[in-house]
Each structure stands twice: as C-alpha cells, then as structure tokens.
C-alpha cells in the first residue's frame, strides 16, 4: 500500500469532524434516513409490476431487491406471498454483497404472479411444477413440469425438440444467416447469397431450477469451413410454464470496407424451427399479429366464404381455431368438394420500416403471392399449429428495430417451417461501411481541422463495425391446441412489454445503492420543487416524443438518441460528424437510471433498457484489438475514431443488470475487468499529446475522470458481485484509490502512469493542474459517491472534496489552492452537484449555497427558457410534431443529474 503523504491525513481528519457536525445542520438525506434503515433494514419489500397485468402469459420474470449494509447475511433464504398470504414460489440468488459480507442485491425468479407481491426473510416455497435439467445422453433436457426442452450440445440445432406430454411441437430450433457477398449500387446485376448454419461450440447450464433454469450456448454461423458473426444465446425456463425465452446475442466479425461492393453483407438473420403438423388443413391455424392485440386469423384451408356453405357453426369453430367436426355432419355440397379448396402453406409478414408492415400468403413454392393485409407497427407475433397443438413465437421490439419478418413455411404439408427474421431477407442488405471517403484527412493536424468543422474525430479505417454485437429477444409457447384468441392476445402483449416486477423507489434509496443520498423521491412541497420536477418531466417527455417524431429505430439504431439539434434545418444533426447519435456522450443513460431509482416510472424504465441495450453492444466493440472500448458520438454509432474507454462505461449497465440480474449485461460487466489493458492497444490522447509518450505495461497514461471512471465501474460491480476475478478487481479498486489520493494534487493531477501489473498509479513527483470539463460527467461523481460509502480511505474523500470544491470555484481561489487556475471550463450547472454532495459531506454551507447558485445561474438551462415546444408541420419539417430548438442532449443529460442531485443533497436548502 503507498503511504499517505501526513498533509492529506491531516486534512481528511478535519474533514471528516467537520462533515460529523455538519449533517444535521443541513438536514442531510444521509443523516435522516439512517436512523429509519436500521430499524426496517430486514423488513419485508412490496414488489410490483412494471405495467398493469401481472405476468399474463409470459414464462417468468427475475427482479433484482436491493438491501441495506448489514439486513441480511450471506446465507438468507427468502419466501414470497401475494396480496391474500398465499405463498408464491421464488428462487432467490445473491447478486451482488457489501463489503462486510451482507447481501447487496439478490435476484428472485417467479414463475407466476398477478398483483402486489411481498418479499421476506422466510423459507421460500416450493413449486407445485418444478423445473428439471437432465444432463445425461448426448443433449441436455429441461421440463417446467409443462413443457420439456431438448438442448443440443453440438452440431446446428440448438432445441431439438420441444414436447408437450407426449406431443412434440416444434423441432430443430437453429439458426440462419444468409450472406450476400456483393453489394450492388447500381440499378443491374445478379444478387448471390449463401447461407450459414448456426454451429454449437459451447453449451452450459447456468441454472438448473427449482423455479427457474437458464442454458446458455455459444457458438458461430458457419458454412463448410467457413464461420461469421459469433452468437450467444441464453433460454430461460420457469417452473408451469408452456413457454420459454431466447436472449440472441451476435457479434459482427466480418469485412465491409469502404468504397468496395465486396465484402460480407447480410442479407439475413433468423431463427428457425421446424413444426410438426398433424391435423387435417383445415384444422391447421396460422396467426401473424398486426397492429396492437390485432391478429390475422386464418386456416391453412378455409371453409369460410364459399359459395357453398358447411354451415354457420363449422365456419364459427374454424374461425375460433377449433377442432371442426366430421366433415361428414356438414354439408355435403362443401365435404365433397374439399378437394377444390386451395391450402394456404406459405405465409409472410415483413416490417421494412417503423411505419408500416404487409402481410402476404401463397399456396406453395413456385405459385405467386397474393396480398393479405397490412398496417403500421406490427407485434412481432405469429402461431402455426392446428387442433393437436402449435407453436406460438414472438419477438420483441420487432418494428422499433426494423427490418424484421415472420415466415412460415410448408404449414399444408407435415412439418411447418417458422422462422423469425431479425433482419429481413427482403431488406437491402446489412451495408454497415463507413459512409465517407475520409475527405483528405491523412495527417493528425488535418483530421484536427475536421474536428474543428464537423465535429467529427476521424482517423482511415477506425470507422469499423468489426466487433460491435447486438441482443434479441424471443419468446415461445408450446400450445395444446389452437389457443383461443383471448389467450393469444395475451401472448401478443407478452412479446410487446415482456412483463417486470420491481423493487420500490424507497428500497432502493433506503438500501443505499448506486450513490447513497443522490436521489430521491419526487417531491412537489414547494412550488420551486415543484418546477423543478415539471421541468425534469418536460425534458423526458421530449425526448420520448422525439424518438417517434425522428423515427430514431431500426435493428442497430434503437436505443439511442441525438446529441445536437440544427435550427436552421429544425432537424436532429443525424448527418453532421460528432453531432449525430449521442452515443453516452454526458451520461443520459445516467439521468435516466437516475429518473426511474427515484420514481418507479415504467416509461422511463423501458426508455432507460432500450438504451442498455443499445449503448451497451452497439457503441462498444466486443471482439478485436479495440475489445473493452466505445465510441465517440457520431454519425455511425462505431464512425468516429475516439475509441474510449468512457463509452464502454459499466456504470451504464450496472442498473439494469441489478434491477433484473439480467446475464447478458452481466456478461457486459465483467467483460470490462481487464479493458485496462486498451490503453496498450490504443494511446486515446495520441492526436493531441505534445510530449513523447509510448503505451507501456508499466507506465500507461491513464485519466483519472473520464478513463479510470470507466475503469473503476467495472472492478467495482465484479468486485461487489464476487466475480471470477473479483480478488483482482477489488485490488484494483483500493489500488487506484490510493494512488490518486496520494498525487501531489489528487484529481486536479489529471493523470497519472498507471502499472498494469500492480494496479497502481506512479506518485508524480511535481504537482500539475489538468482539469477537464469532461472528468466528472461520465458518471465519476456518482462512483465516488459510493466508494467513498464503500471504502474507509480518508485521503480519497479528501482529494475527491477538494476537487468538488475547486471545480466551480473563482479562478482566484484555484489559484491559490493549486498555484494556477483550472483554465477556460464549462458545464458548470452539471458540476453544481459535486457542490451539493461535497457540501453534505464536508459541512460547507458556502458550497451548498454555490450548489444552487450555479444550478440557477451559470451554463445550461436556465429558468427563463421556454420549457415549452412549439408545433412543426410541413413544408418546415418531414413530419408534423414539435421543436424545442434550445434543447441539446448534453445539458439534459446535466441538468437532469444536477436537478436529481441536489434536490436529494440539498432539497431543504434550496433558496
């Protein structure tokens, strides 16, 4: 451990007496919530639904409850009940601990649920239908006491069989990718394109019930020897349930260089299953869904809208998806003319875009297609089956991220084949090349100049989608019979908003997870409070809008938002350089996470998840040397050539894996444990470093905001979850915080040269000023806030107090703290929370009022902007909606964790 220059003991002792008489002076949140902790700290939790509805048809859903420090040991089992007593069976996990041992976080499965749910310290009960793996043979079998699942361990198919009793229902579940290896520009040529299989490489069972049992397996697309785009898949099983769900992770690996038609386009991406058909045609039932719970219903042979008819309870029972009595009862003019009646096998649903789908059908193979409907956004949803069973399938998210189809195969002969397109093969293909030719910029100095015109941070051949991934989801019911079409409305609502419990805002802040006292309740008691909150409303709402009004979708752009508006054009800059797709840039997932902790608000919770889910695999290479980086904002999520580690950020993803203990984005988390070893790979201040430098194992330049936030948000949450290198992590943690604490000037030092191999930041030897106004809006203030909750090291809170404190300060006072001001610096209102927090901590009633001062009074919004938006319609704008042409994503992003901050830190003392 480095020693602690005595200055820095010495300080921190005066400032942590000062922060002990200082929190009931100003009437902290800390300080008045403790007391109530204590007391309740192991009470029981009321968990609830995300939407109305409960469950309703999906397979289960997993929550992650936060606990207090010390509420309960490592070993607690827990029981859960509904509103009248009864018990619900629950399988319970540990997520994540506190530094003492005690539960963090646990993850809790249910497999059913309607209503409010309460979680306690108990024994839980056990399902009535346990789930089951049997690993023996050469594949892995998984029962929910429903439905019994066999996995593959090799080979192309992945689900083997799903059976129902002793019906199977769907077989060969397996993945396709068709690859087209030319693209054409022109307006002739031939189009070729192959396929790839799916190919198992790894196989794993990472729970295996009672309540809940998830397998996951990795693998590539490959065709003879050959293979492209790595997956991952997890199915997720729950006890009684006829259902299961896919997460489908793949990783793009292939070549697309600009300027060249050759390369490796995809044409399409699908799952496929093969469903066994038994009945007779026309007891064979096809379901698409459209608009809404709407559904095409329709029978492989239809004996409806004949010239003759077979009678008004046939058609009915036909219609219904009913077993049809013997042909023999109906009438005869129709029962001897079946034979006449074609057989629908083939039928197609494709959404090329978020506003519109069409639906068509045809006989067979080789007979042409016959329209049969459409509309706007479809569900994502589809059944195939007859009176002995049928397979329901679904995939979420299916028009935001276009382009997406449903395709069912050969349902007039004796297997069906389904497939679930996320990418439609009648899309153009996958054309993911950087969209310019680079413009002359060879050099440094010249791609500088670029910056300094278009914003845009470009480097030849950085613009490369080589590495970035993308996740879907899918779910799947194994049907008896045709489902009645109140039961599949409730499936089509399932794949829409797949159903989530959750932990109430006041567990999460009684817990004190994710920076104790930063956030709380929304709270109108005076009307600045008041206006406050109706301005964080306004903002979010805006941007909810404007996700529809732009039509920010699509397979690789949902999730994601614009960083800059063009008032000239009343247009988002979507094709001007670093202004384009905000790509993280000054946190928004951050105020979002934030905006639901403190609210509990499902709108913002599913606006906050589509961006995980974006940011987090999109914005984020997975695969090659830049592996553990993100990139810079842009006009291409993966186009600008600033590959960083603040965009690969864990403190985005944190929230969404504890409150779900999602494992895909856990997957995301402990990926970036070793991302220190990037900075090897890639120098990220090499176009603008004047000193000689070159990246070494023993003494890389690393910063401590934007780089070693990131850094640190990883070894934190491995170290918190007890990962495989949580040992590693932990050290890590400690190692950094000490070694920044004893720099002659803490955080104001900037940097430092960081060991690889011990962890640790040389101890410069001269005090330097290097203060950015990007250090601390990449989610640095909030990390500390929960290291210094974490971890008992006086000379860390020290230097992270002085540096909150200098920040906003006059150029005077810097001066003459530091030898020399922090220079020209901006986001002063987003820095008003470092006030309020240093404030609380240290006892300094002029902070607290410079907190306010500069929420109100500097940079970013201020109260007298209008906080309204004006309507646009044509010829202004492409479609009619609104404008707020002050509006920049930057400042919502500050403004909104400035507000969130300080009315939690400093809501009493708001002047």
């Known amino acids: 451990m480095s020693p602690i220059p005595r200055r820095s003991l010495l300080k921190a002792a005066a400032v942590a007496g000062a922060a002990a ?75 994540a601990y506190w530094p003492d041992g005690s539960l963090k976080w646990t993850a809790h499965a249910v497999g059913s649920g309607t209503g409010r749910l309460t979680l306690a310290a108990g024994t839980p009960a056990a399902p009535e239908k346990k789930v089951t ?21 090799s080979g192309a198919t992945l689900v083997r069989s799903v059976t129902r009793g002793s019906t199977e229902i769907a077989k060969d579940g397996r993945l396709v990718l068709l690859r087209q290896p030319e693209i054409e520009d022109g307006d002739q040529g031939t189009v070729r394109y192959e ?121 009915a029972a036909q219609y219904a998806g009913e077993r049809l009595p013997d042909p023999a009862t109906w009438d005869q003019r129709v029962t001897t003319r079946l034979q006449y009646i074609p057989e629908w096998g083939d039928h197609t649903l494709s959404q090329l875009s978020a506003d519109g789908f069409t639906l068509r059908k045809r006989t067979t193979k080789g007979h042409g297609w016959i329209a049969a409907g459409g509309g706007r956004r479809a569900s994502g949803f589809g059944y195939v089956g007859g009176a002995s069973g049928g397979l329901s399938f679904g995939l979420r998210d299916f028009w935001e991220k276009h382009p997406a189809q449903l395709d069912i195969r050969d349902a007039h002969t ?26 002359g910029q060879d050099t440094y100095p010249e791609q500088i100049e670029g910056l300094n015109i278009t914003y845009e941070d470009y480097e030849p051949e950085f613009g490369t989608p080589y590495g970035i991934a993308r996740t879907s989801e899918l779910l799947f019911w194994a049907n008896a019979a045709t489902p009645p079409a109140e039961t599949l409305a409730r499936q089509v609502e399932a794949v829409r908003v797949l159903p989530q419990l959750a932990a109430p805002p006041g567990q999460l802040i009684k817990a004190g997870v994710f920076g104790p006292g930063l956030y709380s309740e929304p709270d109108r008691s005076t009307p600045a409070k008041a206006k406050i909150e109706d301005h964080l409303d306004f903002l979010f709402t805006y ?129 970036n444990v070793d991302s220190d070893e990037t900075f090897l790979a890639l120098d990220p201040l090499r176009k603008i470093r004047t000193e000689p430098y070159t990246p070494d194992r023993h003494a890389l330049s690393i910063g401590f905001g934007t780089d070693w936030s990131g850094l640190v948000s990883a070894w934190l949450t491995e170290w918190e979850r007890r990962g495989p290198k949580w040992e590693k992590a932990k050290a890590r943690v400690l190692s950094t915080m ?56 006086p000379a860390f809170e020290a230097a992270y107090y002085d540096y909150c404190r200098y ?93 969130i901050e300080n009315l939690a830190l400093l809501g009493n003392r708001m002047p």
Not at 21 to 46: D, F, K
Not at 133 to 149: E, F, Q, W
Not at 235 to 242: I, N, W
Request: negative net charge; charged residues 25%.
């Open 21 to 95: 008489h200082v929190s009931w002076a100003l009437g902290t949140r800390e300080a008045q919530a403790a007391p109530a902790a204590e007391a309740t700290a192991a009470g029981p939790v009321t968990l609830d639904w995300l939407e109305d509805g409960g469950l309703g048809a999906a397979p289960g859903t997993t929550v992650g409850v936060p606990w207090p420090k010390g509420a309960h040991p490592e070993e607690q089992t827990f029981s859960l009940t509904d509103a009248d007593g009864t018990a619900v069976p629950v399988q319970t996990w540990p997520l």
């Open 133 to 153: 793996v049997d690993r023996r043979g050469g594949g892995i079998d998984i029962s929910t006491g429903v439905i019994t699942a066999r996995i593959g361990r």
């Open 195 to 315: 396929r790839f299989d799916g190919a198992i490489s790894d196989v794993t069972v990472e729970q295996d019930g009672p309540v809940r049992a998830v397998v996951r397996i990795d693998g590539k697309h490959r065709k003879g020897g050959r293979s492209r785009l790595p997956f991952s898949i997890r199915l997720y099983f729950y006890a009684g349930a006829d259902s299961f769900r896919m997460v489908h992770t793949l990783t793009f690996d292939g070549e697309q260089k600009p300027g060249e038609a050759s390369g490796d386009f995809i044409r399409g991406l699908g799952v496929r299953f093969t469903v066994p058909m038994r009945d007779e045609s026309y007891d064979r039932h096809v379901r698409l869904g459209g608009e809404g719970t709407g559904l095409l219903r329709e029978a492989v042979k239809g004996i409806t809208g004949l010239r003759r008819d077979p009678g008004a309870a046939v058609q």
């Open 414 to 439: 004796d297997e069906a084949e389904v497939t679930l397109w996320l990418w439609s093969p009648e899309a153009q293909p996958m054309d993911l090349r950087f969209y310019h030719d680079g413009l």
């Open 543 to 671: 941007y909810k809008d404007q996700v529809e009004q732009r039509r920010w979708y699509g397979f690789w752009d949902y999730g994601d938002i614009m960083h800059t508006y063009d008032t000239a054009r009343h247009q988002w800059r979507y094709d001007v350089g670093g202004y384009a797709w905000d790509n993280s840039e000054l946190s928004p997932d951050l105020w979002l996470w934030y905006a639901y902790l403190r609210s509990g608000r499902a709108d913002i919770f599913r606006f906050a998840e589509a961006m995980t889910r974006h940011t987090g695999e999109v914005d984020v290479y997975h695969l090659g040397e830049w592996a553990g980086l993100g990139t810079r904002h842009g006009v291409q999520h993966y186009a600008d050539s600033a590959k960083q580690q603040r965009i690969a950020n864990t403190t985005y993803r944190r929230f969404y894996y504890f409150l779900t203990a999602d494992e895909r984005v856990g997957d995301l988390c402990h990926a």
């Open 738 to 793: 000490e070694t920044i604490a004893a720099q002659p000037n803490g955080f104001v030092q900037g940097s430092g040269l960081y060991d690889l191999d011990t962890g640790k930041f040389a101890i410069a030897a001269d005090p330097v000023v290097s203060v950015s106004h990007l250090s601390a809006v990449f989610g640095l203030g909030e990390l500390c806030a929960e290291l210094i909750d974490l971890v008992d090291m």
């Open 807 to 899: 920040f906003n300060a006059a150029k005077t006072e810097q001066a003459a703290r530091y030898g020399s001001d922090f220079g020209s610096l901006l986001l002063f209102q987003g820095h008003s929370r470092l006030d309020a927090y240093a404030a609380v901590r240290t006892g300094d009633e002029k902070l607290a009022a410079r907190a306010w001062d500069k929420f109100y009074n500097s940079d970013g919004y201020q109260e007298s902007a209008p906080w309204k938006t004006r309507e646009l319609t044509g010829p202004l704008t492409l479609v009619a909606g609104s404008e707020a042409p002050w509006i920049s994503t930057n400042d919502t992003a500050l403004y909104g964790l400035a507000a």
